[in-house]
């Protein structure tokens, strides 16, 4: 096989992006000093997090000078995300530390006054000269097609000042902010967004620059309505519940309010549902068009070594062939192993990354946390599994899992929670509740409400909240809009609804009436109710704007 240099310095997910490059028929040739580099003729430089955290580490490590080196040669040189970051003066997020310089311009932070920060999800990659006649587009980007983006700082987009200096340049907009998704220049190609997440679209672009096709054609149906269809899309995820069934399979299973178990007649005896095979089901889902698929390990596995989890198996295969961002929860904490063996909330995380997740979703834990947090009077320990995951890898690839239910109150004077006039009284009439937090899978009540954690937990650096409800998990009976918003109100990273979809009209109302930035089902798409497809054509037919899934070629 033809092969590519990987400089993998700061250890992220470089996993994924590997099996994209395999699954267009390269190999990865790694650079492992900096003398590694001389032998390189195409080069990819990968970055997922802080920008300070990886200009340091290249800086450190030697490789700012050889880089430099190779793009001077004329050598073909990829940046993705932190890698394109790198080509520019600097960045906001960390002032004092430098990039290559090769474009006189600075990172700036999207403005969060009105959306959500970090930007997630899949935005546009529009040739700004996509207008003019005999319009070409750079290694293979498509206006029609969507790129997966997770960034919290961006190269804010100017008309004509990087085109006069003769670079080709693709622009997204989000919440009112065009910014560069992608440049390229003579031996230089570079993408804010992650097209080893980015399903075939992405695969597209990886090929295009292994191969060196550096312009395509645009053809009509390219332009069409394009430019239109600008913005992030409403992303759409599908959830596995896994757990080993009592005979020791790993399966897909499926709570109603959180119960696995079998309720019909005495054939099932109790038996935990099973719904099907993680990694067979997440392709499934994959080639539906889901945006992003979620595993949520329900039981972590407690007599066996860390290293032995099935979970870190599945996410190897699952990794193989699904090319959109895979999430993994369920006992992401400081673990002890049964042979005493400490390992750090880190160190799962990353056996996690390596073997090709790109977010770790933490439940339980970022509870106690949050409890401590409060309790020191709203101060950051440094010491917890979210800040220090977020830290090595950027608040991007942390997400918190949260498993609220209702509690109603005659009137808010009745409890020091923060709670909401509801719509649904209860059937004793009253109209008024929070949302307790809970831990271990429901199963335990916590005296902390969701708000308060949804804060504590963005400012330990958490990127997402997956907001589900114990009350409608598993009902079919749509979400909890209320929840949605009142969370929403509370916090400015994004989050995803979750628990009670049974159908696509479940999703346009909770796009319609919340401000939900994702929304993901479960049940409804493993009883094979209905496809994800089926839920984004009936989103388009409403009008909201979602990624159209593209086939292998
Ligand atoms: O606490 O960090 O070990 O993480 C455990 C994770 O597993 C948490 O994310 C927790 O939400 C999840 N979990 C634990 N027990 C269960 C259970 O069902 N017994 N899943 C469970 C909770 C929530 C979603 C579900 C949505 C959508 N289920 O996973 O898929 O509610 O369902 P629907 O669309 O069918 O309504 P830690």
């Not at 704007?545 to 070629?553: G, T």
């Amino acid at each position: 096989m033809p092969t590519v240099h990987l400089l993998d310095y700061v250890a992220g997910n470089v996993r994924s992006l590997v099996n994209a490059i395999n699954k267009v028929g390269y190999d990865v040739d790694w650079i492992k000093s900096p003398e590694d580099l001389k032998n390189a003729e195409k080069l990819i430089l990968p970055g997922v997090g802080h920008f300070g955290h990886c200009l340091s580490q290249l800086s450190e490590g030697g490789y700012l000078e050889p880089i430099k080196q190779h793009i001077e040669s004329g050598k073909p040189f990829m940046g993705i995300c932190v890698g394109l970051q790198a080509l520019f003066q600097g960045s906001e997020e960390d002032p004092d530390v430098s990039g290559l310089g090769l474009i006189h311009k600075r990172m700036q932070k999207f403005d969060d006054s009105t959306k959500s920060v970090p930007h997630i999800g899949w935005n546009s990659a529009m040739d700004t000269s996509i207008n003019s006649p005999g319009a070409q587009s750079f290694y293979g980007l498509s206006p029609s097609s969507k790129y997966y983006y997770v960034h919290s700082y961006a190269a804010l987009y100017t008309p004509g000042v990087l085109e006069n200096d003769g670079w080709s340049v693709a622009t997204a907009t989000y919440g009112g902010e065009e910014f560069i998704g992608a440049i390229a220049k003579g031996n230089i190609f570079a993408t804010q967004f992650h097209p080893e997440k980015s399903g075939q679209a992405g695969l597209r672009t990886i090929h295009a620059f292994l191969n060196g096709d550096k312009l395509q054609p645009l053809t009509s149906d390219n332009l069409g309505s394009a430019k239109k269809k600008d913005g992030l899309t409403r992303r759409v995820i599908a959830c596995l519940d896994v757990r080993t069934n009592d005979t020791g399979d790993l399966v897909v299973t499926k709570g109603d309010q959180y119960d696995v178990r079998e309720k019909d007649g005495v054939s099932s005896g109790g038996q935990v549902r099973n719904l099907g095979k993680p990694v067979e089901m997440a392709k499934k889902y994959y080639e539906q068009g889901a945006d992003e698929v979620t595993f949520l390990n329900i039981t972590s596995f407690r007599n066996c070594p860390l290293v032995d989890t099935p979970m870190l198996e599945i996410l190897r295969r699952a990794s193989e062939t699904v090319f959109v961002p895979l999430t993994i929860g369920g006992g992401i904490k400081d673990t002890v192993d049964p042979d005493g063996t400490r390992i750090s909330a880190l160190d799962v995380a990353t056996m996690y990354f390596k073997s090709g997740a790109d977010k770790v979703s933490i439940g339980s834990d970022a509870v106690i946390a949050a409890e401590q947090y409060y309790e020191a009077g709203q101060k950051l320990s440094g010491k917890t599994a979210i800040e220090a995951i977020s830290g090595a890898y950027g608040n991007q690839a942390v997400v918190v899992s949260v498993d609220p239910k209702r509690i109603y109150v005659d009137s808010p004077g009745d409890t020091k929670h923060h709670t909401i006039k509801t719509k649904h009284p209860n059937s004793a009439g009253q109209s008024f509740c929070w949302y307790q937090c809970t831990i271990k899978g429901g199963r335990e009540a916590r005296d902390l409400d969701v708000c308060q954690l949804a804060k504590a937990v963005e400012a330990m650096g958490a990127g997402e909240i997956l907001l589900n409800c114990i009350d409608k998990d598993g009902s079919n009976g749509g979400f909890d809009l209320e929840l949605i918003n009142d969370v929403k109100s509370a916090i400015k990273i994004p989050v995803i609804a979750s628990s009670g979809a049974g159908n696509p009209k479940h999703f346009e109302e909770v796009f319609e009436r919340t401000s939900t930035d994702a929304a993901l089902g479960a049940g409804m798409f493993h009883r094979c109710e209905y496809t994800v497809s089926e839920v984004k054509d009936y989103l388009n037919s409403k009008g909201f704007l979602v990624r159209q899934f593209e086939a292998d070629p």
